[in-house]
């Protein structure tokens, strides 16, 4: 069974720092471009940053640019994203799913598998 299970979600104070895993399980990451999206209460849910299969090409929302940082590690089979400066804006659940091809996009139609999520809130 295709899973894919973000983990490292949870509540920090502004300006503090949260490292958000994407495991994949019953099928290899290497392959694919992965997505990192995020959905606040009341919001549309937006693309957070992407990175291509290899590694190699990423992308960022505005919003998250020079704060964020997406990276892969392919022989653990697992995709990570670096939040630093967090801000209460930042609040929202966090997704990562993978597109089979390989196309680093942050519009989440071209996606073909997700994670369930996990919740990260900014607050003092």
């Known amino acids: 069974q295709l899973q894919l299970v973000e983990s490292g979600g949870g509540l920090v104070q502004p300006g503090g720092s949260l490292r958000l895993s994407c495991a994949a399980s019953g099928f290899t990451l290497e392959y694919y471009a992965i997505g990192w999206f995020r959905q606040a209460p009341g919001k549309e849910r937006e693309g957070v940053s992407c990175?291509?299969?290899?590694?190699?090409?990423?992308n960022y929302a505005d919003s998250v640019k020079g704060r964020f940082t997406i990276s892969r590690d392919n022989a653990k089979n697992t995709v990570y994203l670096q939040m630093n400066s967090l801000k209460p804006e930042d609040t929202a659940i966090y997704y990562c799913?993978?597109?089979?091809?390989?196309?680093?996009?942050?519009?989440?139609?071209?996606?073909?598998?997700w994670g369930r999520g996990t919740q990260v809130t900014v607050s003092s």
């Open positions: 799913a993978a597109q089979r091809w390989n196309m680093c996009t942050l519009s989440g139609s071209y996606y073909d598998y």
């Open positions: 990175i291509h299969s290899s590694g190699g090409s990423t």
